[in-house]
């Protein structure tokens, strides 16, 4: 039910909230501090109860599907919100679906989200940066506006979103970019839009999503693994060759600049695509893309484009779930879902 058809019937749209953990559910550990606090106390249904005005916005409805920080995020969980996800959105009473989340991998699981659910409804993930308990918490602004965006008709066929601080951001786009300001996340190229006093005003009208990477949650139980190794000065070829024999499907490497990789790297990575591993060149550096080169086409590595290091391991695991990859049908994926 859109905000529309809400508006005809008399009743506000309803809004699904999953609630996962974070700062935005924690509680300091030393009163007014917003850097001691634990992560995941709070439920959903706490948070949602301190917002004012929430329920002039939309009816309300809560899961808590897990209560962590989300540095300690797991595939398990990833599978958990997305059924949770697509099981919300497929019901036909809800207008749209809110995540809270912690922001640490909030990127992560927003790209895993944004890969596996294809609902034009919107789905929007917030958090917080100060804990619940905080003299001036950002929480209650955040999940206001995340509902004020979820039950917003333009702001379907979006993919995921990811609210914070006003602003929105697409999910491919979105990075966190400060470790303790409330304005923690940016986009390339700018947000797709912003919350003004309460109405979500867009930038940019949506961009198609056909033939974004389609992965099935069908059969998918287990993610294979992919570690990131970081590039710099002095490295050594010791940490691509462990992953390896730890049994890594598939590697990213967080190259210096443009993505390069130290020659004393180099061969290792060479000699793990040879094994049957696939190895994506992301780079460390904030904004910028890595292009597919010659150097990288020629030892059968494939380029991350926009994509970050630790957005480029989840579309990597995505990936390497199809029992048929390919480097290049890789690389496609990539290239559409990066630049799209
Ligand atoms: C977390 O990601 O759970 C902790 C940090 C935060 O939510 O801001």
Redesign the pocket.
């Known amino acids: 039910m859109t905000r529309h058809d809400s508006l005809q019937s008399g009743r506000l749209p309803l809004v699904s909230v999953l609630a996962t953990?974070?700062?935005?559910a924690?509680r300091s550990t030393r009163q007014g501090s917003s850097a001691n606090y634990r992560?995941?106390v709070v439920s959903g249904d706490d948070l949602l109860a301190a917002v004012p005005g929430l329920s002039a916005a939309a009816r309300l409805r809560s899961h808590q599907v897990a209560n962590?920080?989300?540095?300690d995020m797991t595939s398990d969980v990833w599978l958990d919100v997305v059924r949770a996800a697509g099981r919300e959105l497929d019901d036909p009473d809800v207008a749209g679906v809110v995540v809270l989340?912690?922001?640490?991998?909030?990127e992560e699981t927003a790209v895993f989200l944004d890969c596996l659910l294809h609902h034009r409804k919107p789905l929007v993930m917030t958090?917080?940066?100060r804990p619940a308990d905080a003299v001036s918490p950002d929480g209650p602004a955040n999940i206001l506006a995340a509902v004020q965006t979820a039950v917003c008709p333009a702001a379907s066929d979006r993919g995921v979103l990811v609210v914070f601080n006003a602003d929105i951001h697409a999910a491919r786009r979105v990075r966190k970019t400060d470790s303790m300001a409330v304005n923690?996340f940016s986009s390339w190229g700018g947000p797709e839009g912003r919350v003004v006093d309460g109405e979500p005003v867009f930038f940019r009208p949506a961009s198609s999503r056909e033939g974004l990477p389609i992965f099935s949650m069908a059969g998918l139980d287990v993610l294979p693994r992919v570690d990131i190794i970081y590039g710099h000065a002095g490295q050594e070829r010791g940490l691509v060759d462990a992953a390896v024999a730890a049994g890594a499907w598939g590697l990213v490497h967080a190259g210096v600049g443009m993505g390069n990789i130290h020659s004393a790297v180099r061969p290792a990575l060479a000699e793990a695509v040879a094994g049957g591993v696939a190895v994506v060149c992301a780079t460390r550096v904030v904004d910028g893309p890595v292009p597919l080169t010659e150097k990288i086409r020629r030892d059968g590595f494939i380029a991350a484009g926009f994509m970050n290091p630790a957005k480029a391991r989840v579309l990597l695991q995505l990936a390497l779930t199809r029992g048929d990859w390919t480097r290049g049908g890789i690389q496609a994926l990539f290239d559409r879902y990066s630049l799209a």
């Open positions: 953990g974070g700062t935005i924690g992560s995941g962590i920080g989300s540095e989340h912690g922001t640490d991998t909030m958090g917080a940066m923690a």
